[in-house]
């Protein structure tokens, strides 16, 4: 009996001791753990990189075929303005004697005047550009060539005959002799232009681009022209004028550049704005002249003739013109000023029409005709 009730015992430990063992085996399938490592990685691209330096200047076009905007004509003994130009044909106009300096370039047809016509150099870079301008008189063969001035002051003080020519870059006046002279000008560039763009190349994979905005029309621009005055002194038979060698070149920016101030804007948009070439004269009665405003937005800013001095827009007393709601009208009075002090019944008489401001400003013309 005993003996039964002692393994009885043991039989209960045992239990018992196998109960706790599996409880402590199941409670560790649940128990995180408190020690280890774990690695995750990620791998690294690159979008790639665009090159946003886009060079791209446009140097002025001269045409050889015409004589260029810097050619000229010297008149040191007044022989034009003495005779009313009337070595030239009727309606070519030169600039008011009280203004005139002697000096004259072809501006349009028919017309001349003291300074030239501008050349421009446009930016249209995404960076700065430095221009580089060299301007050296070129001595004609035969040592006949008037004295060239060393400044404008000299005109006035020469006790020989004198001419003065100069060079405009920007602001910058640059005399010209018969040593090579060198103007420097850093001109902006415009990146607001410019945007990052999506290309699709020829095997049909894309790729980014830096492109010009569609609607990018303003850059900046330096404007070059030349200019010319001689002293009233009779010249010797023979004399002659140098010619003028001017050369433009440019480059990318240094670093550290200045940019120059100034400089004008540059509109991409065409001018577009006109008049008709030849407008019908009745034969009594106001003359109205259509104008046609073009996408640049240029309105009429002055309106001149060959026949007298003045803007036709603000002159009063029977010579002037009105510009309404798009259209110009002359009076019946005007015309028949014209038509009586007209040697060919008006068909000699050039108006020149201006439209714009500024830099920007440009002329078209237009006759009458019966």
């Keep these: 009996m005993k003996r039964t009730k002692k393994m009885a015992a043991w039989a209960l430990a045992a239990t018992m001791m196998l109960s706790s063992s599996m409880a402590v085996f199941a409670g560790s399938d649940v128990t ?13 691209t690159s979008e790639g990189h665009v090159n946003k330096e886009v060079l791209n200047v446009l140097l002025p076009t001269v045409d050889a075929s015409k004589p260029s905007a810097f050619a000229y004509t010297m008149d040191p003994e007044r022989l034009i303005q003495g005779t009313d130009a009337a070595k030239y044909e009727e309606g070519v106009t030169f600039p008011a004697k009280d203004t005139d300096t002697g000096v004259y370039f072809l501006t349009a047809p028919n017309t001349y005047a003291n300074t030239s016509n501008i050349y421009q150099v446009v930016n249209k870079s995404s960076c700065d550009i430095t221009l ?7 001595a004609s063969a035969g040592g006949t060539d008037i004295a060239l001035a060393s400044a404008i002051g000299d005109i006035t003080t020469a006790t020989v005959p004198t001419l003065y020519l100069g060079l405009k870059v920007g602001n910058t006046d640059q005399v010209i002799s018969n040593t090579k002279a060198t103007v420097t000008k850093t001109i902006a560039g415009s990146s607001s232009n410019f945007e990052i763009g ?46 003028v060698d001017v050369t433009w070149s440019w480059e990318k920016a240094a670093d550290n550049a200045s940019v120059d101030t100034d400089t004008v804007d540059y509109n991409a948009t065409p001018a577009t704005s006109s008049v008709p070439e030849n407008v019908t004269v009745p034969d009594s009665g ?8 073009g996408s640049d937005g240029a309105d009429l800013t002055k309106l001149e003739t060959t026949l007298y001095a003045g803007d036709m827009l603000t002159l009063g007393n029977g010579y002037g013109a009105t510009y309404t709601d798009g259209t110009i009208t002359l009076g019946a009075d005007v015309v028949a000023f014209l038509r ?10 050039t108006f020149t029409a201006t439209f714009g401001t500024g830099n920007d400003a440009y002329t078209t013309t237009f006759k009458f005709t019966k």
């Design 340 to 349: 009586d002090s007209s040697a060919d019944d008006l068909a000699g008489v």
């Design 32 to 44: 995180l753990p408190t020690t280890g490592t774990g690695t995750v990685q990620g791998s690294g």
């Design 286 to 293: 106001d003359v109205t002249v259509p104008v046609t405003l």
């Design 198 to 243: 999506v290309n699709t190349k020829d095997d049909g994979t894309k790729e980014y681009t830096y492109r010009e905005k569609s609607d990018a029309k303003i850059w900046k621009a330096m404007n070059i022209s030349m200019t010319g005055s001689v002293n009233k002194l009779d010249i010797a038979a023979n004399t002659t004028a140098p010619a």
């Design 132 to 138: 580089t301008v060299d301007v050296q008189a070129a």
